[in-house]
Protein backbone atom coordinates (compact mmCIF):
# COMPACT_ATOMS: atom_id res chain seq x y z
CA UNK A 1 0.00 0.00 0.00
CA UNK A 2 1.48 3.34 -0.84
CA UNK A 3 0.46 6.39 0.99
CA UNK A 4 0.06 10.09 -0.90
CA UNK A 5 1.96 12.69 0.33
CA UNK A 6 26.67 18.31 18.76
CA UNK A 7 61.31 24.07 49.25
CA UNK A 8 60.72 20.04 49.46
CA UNK A 9 62.86 16.95 50.09
CA UNK A 10 64.46 14.76 47.41
CA UNK A 11 62.46 12.28 48.32
CA UNK A 12 59.37 13.99 48.36
CA UNK A 13 60.11 15.77 45.17
CA UNK A 14 60.51 12.12 43.68
CA UNK A 15 56.82 11.55 45.10
CA UNK A 16 55.08 14.45 43.91
CA UNK A 17 56.80 14.03 40.65
CA UNK A 18 55.76 10.10 40.48
CA UNK A 19 51.83 10.97 41.42
CA UNK A 20 52.42 13.26 38.77
CA UNK A 21 52.79 10.87 35.86
CA UNK A 22 49.38 9.28 36.05
CA UNK A 23 48.22 12.63 35.15
CA UNK A 24 50.50 13.96 32.34
CA UNK A 25 49.47 10.54 30.43
CA UNK A 26 45.44 11.05 30.67
CA UNK A 27 46.60 15.14 29.27
CA UNK A 28 48.39 13.37 26.80
CA UNK A 29 45.43 11.20 25.45
CA UNK A 30 43.66 12.57 22.46
CA UNK A 31 40.15 13.47 22.65
CA UNK A 32 37.74 11.27 22.27
CA UNK A 33 34.98 12.97 19.81
CA UNK A 34 31.24 11.93 19.75
CA UNK A 35 30.35 12.61 16.05
CA UNK A 36 26.17 14.19 15.66
CA UNK A 37 24.28 13.86 12.69
CA UNK A 38 22.08 16.79 13.85
CA UNK A 39 22.61 20.41 14.92
CA UNK A 40 23.19 21.64 18.13
CA UNK A 41 20.27 22.34 20.45
CA UNK A 42 18.13 18.72 19.38
CA UNK A 43 17.76 16.22 21.64
CA UNK A 44 19.96 13.71 19.69
CA UNK A 45 22.74 16.75 20.61
CA UNK A 46 21.46 16.99 24.13
CA UNK A 47 21.82 13.44 24.82
CA UNK A 48 25.12 13.25 23.06
CA UNK A 49 26.42 16.39 25.18
CA UNK A 50 25.07 15.16 28.21
CA UNK A 51 27.23 11.49 27.91
CA UNK A 52 29.97 13.20 26.87
CA UNK A 53 30.23 14.98 30.09
CA UNK A 54 29.33 11.47 32.25
CA UNK A 55 32.26 9.91 30.10
CA UNK A 56 35.01 12.41 30.35
CA UNK A 57 35.25 12.07 34.52
CA UNK A 58 34.40 7.64 34.41
CA UNK A 59 37.76 7.69 31.44
CA UNK A 60 39.51 10.73 32.06
CA UNK A 61 39.61 11.70 28.79
CA UNK A 62 38.46 14.58 27.01
CA UNK A 63 35.29 14.06 25.30
CA UNK A 64 34.08 16.13 22.77
CA UNK A 65 31.06 16.82 20.30
CA UNK A 66 30.96 17.23 16.57
CA UNK A 67 28.07 18.05 14.92
CA UNK A 68 27.51 17.14 11.05
CA UNK A 69 24.20 17.41 10.34
CA UNK A 70 22.75 16.65 7.01
CA UNK A 71 20.98 13.65 4.84
CA UNK A 72 19.05 12.55 7.93
CA UNK A 73 22.48 11.31 9.93
CA UNK A 74 24.08 9.54 7.41
CA UNK A 75 26.88 12.49 7.07
CA UNK A 76 28.12 11.86 10.48
CA UNK A 77 27.65 8.28 10.21
CA UNK A 78 29.87 7.92 6.81
CA UNK A 79 32.57 10.01 8.61
CA UNK A 80 32.66 7.21 11.85
CA UNK A 81 32.25 4.07 9.51
CA UNK A 82 35.35 5.68 7.78
CA UNK A 83 37.51 6.79 10.59
CA UNK A 84 40.50 4.99 12.97
CA UNK A 85 39.56 1.98 14.82
CA UNK A 86 40.90 3.06 18.27
CA UNK A 87 38.00 4.53 19.62
CA UNK A 88 38.90 8.17 19.73
CA UNK A 89 35.79 8.92 16.74
CA UNK A 90 32.40 7.37 17.45
CA UNK A 91 29.11 8.09 16.51
CA UNK A 92 26.23 9.22 18.75
CA UNK A 93 23.18 7.82 16.28
CA UNK A 94 18.88 8.01 16.63
CA UNK A 95 16.14 6.07 15.03
CA UNK A 96 17.16 6.86 11.55
CA UNK A 97 20.45 5.20 11.74
CA UNK A 98 17.65 1.93 11.04
CA UNK A 99 14.97 3.60 8.89
CA UNK A 100 17.60 5.38 6.32
CA UNK A 101 18.88 0.95 5.34
CA UNK A 102 15.82 0.98 3.84
CA UNK A 103 15.04 4.68 3.01
CA UNK A 104 17.57 5.14 0.91
CA UNK A 105 18.27 3.84 -2.46
CA UNK A 106 21.90 3.61 -1.66
CA UNK A 107 24.12 4.19 1.50
CA UNK A 108 27.71 4.72 1.37
CA UNK A 109 27.89 2.43 4.63
CA UNK A 110 26.13 -0.92 5.85
CA UNK A 111 24.92 0.05 8.87
CA UNK A 112 25.55 -3.66 10.24
CA UNK A 113 28.68 -4.39 8.50
CA UNK A 114 30.62 -1.17 8.97
CA UNK A 115 30.03 -0.45 12.62
CA UNK A 116 30.31 -1.76 16.25
CA UNK A 117 27.31 -1.32 18.18
CA UNK A 118 28.12 0.02 21.62
CA UNK A 119 25.00 0.57 23.23
CA UNK A 120 21.96 2.20 23.42
CA UNK A 121 21.17 5.50 25.88
CA UNK A 122 17.67 6.79 25.77
CA UNK A 123 14.04 6.27 24.11
CA UNK A 124 11.95 8.63 23.60
CA UNK A 125 7.99 8.25 22.94
CA UNK A 126 5.76 10.61 21.09
CA UNK A 127 2.43 11.81 21.50
CA UNK A 128 -0.64 12.05 19.07
CA UNK A 129 -2.14 15.19 18.91
CA UNK A 130 -5.13 16.99 16.59
CA UNK A 131 -5.97 20.44 16.13
CA UNK A 132 -8.51 21.80 19.23
CA UNK A 133 -12.07 21.25 16.91
CA UNK A 134 -11.31 18.40 15.23
CA UNK A 135 -14.36 15.74 15.87
CA UNK A 136 -12.71 12.99 17.54
CA UNK A 137 -11.11 13.29 20.80
CA UNK A 138 -10.29 10.03 21.29
CA UNK A 139 -7.93 7.21 19.24
CA UNK A 140 -11.29 4.70 18.85
CA UNK A 141 -12.91 8.05 17.26
CA UNK A 142 -10.21 8.71 15.15
CA UNK A 143 -9.59 5.47 13.98
CA UNK A 144 -13.92 4.92 12.81
CA UNK A 145 -13.75 8.51 10.90
CA UNK A 146 -10.55 7.31 8.87
CA UNK A 147 -12.31 3.78 7.61
CA UNK A 148 -15.60 5.48 6.39
CA UNK A 149 -13.21 8.25 4.48
CA UNK A 150 -9.49 7.10 3.30
CA UNK A 151 -7.62 9.90 2.77
CA UNK A 152 -9.68 12.35 4.35
CA UNK A 153 -7.42 13.30 7.87
CA UNK A 154 -4.17 14.97 6.99
CA UNK A 155 -1.23 14.15 9.41
CA UNK A 156 1.51 16.60 9.91
CA UNK A 157 5.15 14.48 9.37
CA UNK A 158 7.81 16.44 11.37
CA UNK A 159 10.34 15.43 8.91
CA UNK A 160 10.30 12.52 6.03
CA UNK A 161 12.05 8.73 7.06
CA UNK A 162 11.91 11.32 10.96
CA UNK A 163 11.02 8.81 13.89
CA UNK A 164 7.85 10.44 14.19
CA UNK A 165 6.98 10.15 10.51
CA UNK A 166 7.33 6.79 11.47
CA UNK A 167 4.84 6.52 14.17
CA UNK A 168 2.69 7.94 12.01
CA UNK A 169 2.71 5.41 9.29
CA UNK A 170 3.08 2.04 11.82
CA UNK A 171 -0.12 4.00 13.35
CA UNK A 172 -2.12 3.82 9.96
CA UNK A 173 -0.28 0.31 9.59
CA UNK A 174 -1.74 -1.10 12.76
CA UNK A 175 -4.98 0.67 12.86
CA UNK A 176 -5.90 -0.65 9.00
CA UNK A 177 -6.78 3.36 8.02
CA UNK A 178 -4.89 5.33 5.16
CA UNK A 179 -3.97 9.47 6.25
CA UNK A 180 -3.09 12.17 3.81
CA UNK A 181 0.87 13.03 5.06
CA UNK A 182 1.83 16.79 5.00
CA UNK A 183 5.52 16.55 5.30
CA UNK A 184 7.11 19.36 7.21
CA UNK A 185 10.90 20.45 7.71
CA UNK A 186 10.86 19.45 11.49
CA UNK A 187 8.44 19.03 14.43
CA UNK A 188 7.84 23.06 15.13
CA UNK A 189 6.48 23.77 11.93
CA UNK A 190 4.21 21.34 11.65
CA UNK A 191 3.08 21.79 15.19
CA UNK A 192 2.30 25.28 14.54
CA UNK A 193 0.03 24.43 11.46
CA UNK A 194 -2.14 21.68 13.32
CA UNK A 195 -2.60 24.65 16.28
CA UNK A 196 -3.46 27.09 13.14
CA UNK A 197 -6.05 24.56 12.00
CA UNK A 198 -3.94 23.75 8.82
CA UNK A 199 -3.52 19.86 9.37
CA UNK A 200 -5.88 17.65 11.02
CA UNK A 201 -3.33 15.48 13.08
CA UNK A 202 0.08 14.49 14.10
CA UNK A 203 2.63 12.74 16.10
CA UNK A 204 5.05 14.88 17.92
CA UNK A 205 7.64 14.65 20.27
CA UNK A 206 6.99 14.98 24.45
CA UNK A 207 8.91 18.03 24.78
CA UNK A 208 7.15 19.87 21.66
CA UNK A 209 3.38 19.64 23.28
CA UNK A 210 3.82 19.91 26.85
CA UNK A 211 3.40 23.43 26.97
CA UNK A 212 0.48 23.09 25.57
CA UNK A 213 -1.18 20.81 28.43
CA UNK A 214 -4.31 22.23 29.76
CA UNK A 215 -4.88 24.32 27.05
CA UNK A 216 -7.65 24.23 24.83
CA UNK A 217 -5.15 24.76 21.17
CA UNK A 218 -4.92 21.11 20.66
CA UNK A 219 -6.62 17.66 21.40
CA UNK A 220 -4.08 15.08 23.51
CA UNK A 221 -5.67 11.49 22.18
CA UNK A 222 -3.16 9.26 22.80
CA UNK A 223 0.89 8.33 23.35
CA UNK A 224 2.98 5.79 22.06
CA UNK A 225 4.55 4.37 25.27
CA UNK A 226 2.80 1.13 26.28
CA UNK A 227 2.16 2.33 29.37
CA UNK A 228 1.02 6.07 30.59
CA UNK A 229 3.28 9.00 30.69
CA UNK A 230 3.21 11.06 33.75
CA UNK A 231 3.78 14.23 31.68
CA UNK A 232 -0.09 13.61 29.95
CA UNK A 233 -1.67 11.62 32.83
CA UNK A 234 -4.82 12.25 30.76
CA UNK A 235 -3.66 10.49 27.44
CA UNK A 236 -4.02 6.76 27.77
CA UNK A 237 -1.72 4.70 25.12
CA UNK A 238 -2.77 4.36 21.65
CA UNK A 239 -1.79 0.38 22.51
CA UNK A 240 -5.02 0.14 24.96
CA UNK A 241 -6.62 0.88 21.51
CA UNK A 242 -4.64 -0.33 19.05
CA UNK A 243 -3.41 -3.91 19.89
CA UNK A 244 0.72 -4.01 20.40
CA UNK A 245 0.95 -0.43 18.92
CA UNK A 246 4.38 1.28 20.28
CA UNK A 247 6.66 3.46 19.07
CA UNK A 248 9.79 5.23 20.28
CA UNK A 249 12.63 7.39 18.72
CA UNK A 250 15.82 5.63 20.35
CA UNK A 251 19.13 6.66 20.77
CA UNK A 252 22.52 5.19 21.25
CA UNK A 253 25.97 5.44 20.14
CA UNK A 254 28.68 3.39 17.66
CA UNK A 255 32.14 3.10 16.36
CA UNK A 256 33.30 1.77 13.19
CA UNK A 257 33.45 -1.74 12.42
CA UNK A 258 37.03 -3.32 13.82
CA UNK A 259 37.41 -2.24 16.89
CA UNK A 260 39.38 -4.35 19.77
CA UNK A 261 37.06 -5.96 22.19
CA UNK A 262 39.02 -4.30 25.18
CA UNK A 263 38.17 -0.50 23.75
CA UNK A 264 34.31 -1.71 23.46
CA UNK A 265 33.94 -3.29 26.77
CA UNK A 266 35.61 -0.10 28.35
CA UNK A 267 33.29 2.41 26.56
CA UNK A 268 30.59 0.24 26.96
CA UNK A 269 31.28 -0.04 30.98
CA UNK A 270 31.53 3.85 30.44
CA UNK A 271 28.17 4.59 29.08
CA UNK A 272 25.94 2.23 31.17
CA UNK A 273 28.05 3.81 34.41
CA UNK A 274 27.83 7.81 32.85
CA UNK A 275 24.15 6.95 31.77
CA UNK A 276 22.93 6.05 34.99
CA UNK A 277 23.99 9.51 36.39
CA UNK A 278 21.88 12.09 37.92
CA UNK A 279 23.52 14.16 35.42
CA UNK A 280 22.10 12.56 32.59
CA UNK A 281 18.66 11.11 33.90
CA UNK A 282 17.57 14.31 34.35
CA UNK A 283 18.52 15.33 31.10
CA UNK A 284 16.62 12.59 29.23
CA UNK A 285 12.99 13.35 31.46
CA UNK A 286 11.88 15.93 30.36
CA UNK A 287 11.76 14.86 26.60
CA UNK A 288 9.44 11.97 28.44
CA UNK A 289 11.68 9.29 27.92
CA UNK A 290 14.05 7.06 30.04
CA UNK A 291 17.54 5.71 29.95
CA UNK A 292 18.17 2.33 28.46
CA UNK A 293 21.49 0.86 28.37
CA UNK A 294 22.50 -2.78 26.84
CA UNK A 295 25.38 -4.91 26.00
CA UNK A 296 27.15 -4.70 22.66
CA UNK A 297 25.82 -7.59 21.78
CA UNK A 298 22.37 -7.00 22.57
CA UNK A 299 22.34 -3.39 21.01
CA UNK A 300 23.65 -5.18 17.60
CA UNK A 301 20.65 -7.74 17.84
CA UNK A 302 18.24 -4.69 18.41
CA UNK A 303 19.71 -2.72 15.46
CA UNK A 304 19.17 -5.75 13.34
CA UNK A 305 15.62 -6.35 14.00
CA UNK A 306 15.18 -2.45 14.07
CA UNK A 307 16.22 -2.55 10.59
CA UNK A 308 14.10 -4.94 9.03
CA UNK A 309 11.28 -3.94 11.13
CA UNK A 310 11.33 -0.32 9.38
CA UNK A 311 11.60 -2.02 5.99
CA UNK A 312 8.14 -3.05 5.97
CA UNK A 313 6.73 0.80 7.40
CA UNK A 314 9.05 2.42 4.63
CA UNK A 315 7.71 0.04 1.99
CA UNK A 316 4.27 1.48 3.28
CA UNK A 317 4.47 4.64 3.17
CA UNK A 318 5.64 4.48 -0.41
CA UNK A 319 9.04 6.69 0.15
CA UNK A 320 12.78 6.60 -0.94
CA UNK A 321 15.28 8.95 -0.82
CA UNK A 322 18.68 9.97 -3.35
Do not use: C
Request: aromatic share 8%.
Amino acid sequence: MHKRYAGVTLLGAILTFSAAIPALAVADQPPLKLVVGASPGGTTDRVARGIAQEMTGILGQTVIVENRPGAGGNIAADAVARAPKDGNTLLVSFTSFTVNASLYKKLPFDPEKDFTPISLLAEVPSVLVARKDFPASDVASLIAMAKKEPGKYSFGIGGVGSSLHMATASFEMDAGIEGLSVPYKGTAPALQDLVGGQVDLMFASAVNVMPLVGSDRVKFLGVTSPEPMKQFPSTPPIGDTVAGFSSKAWFGMFGPAGMSAERVAQLNKAVREGAKREGFVKLIQPEGGKVVTNTPEEFAQFVSEDIKRYAEVVKFTGVTAD
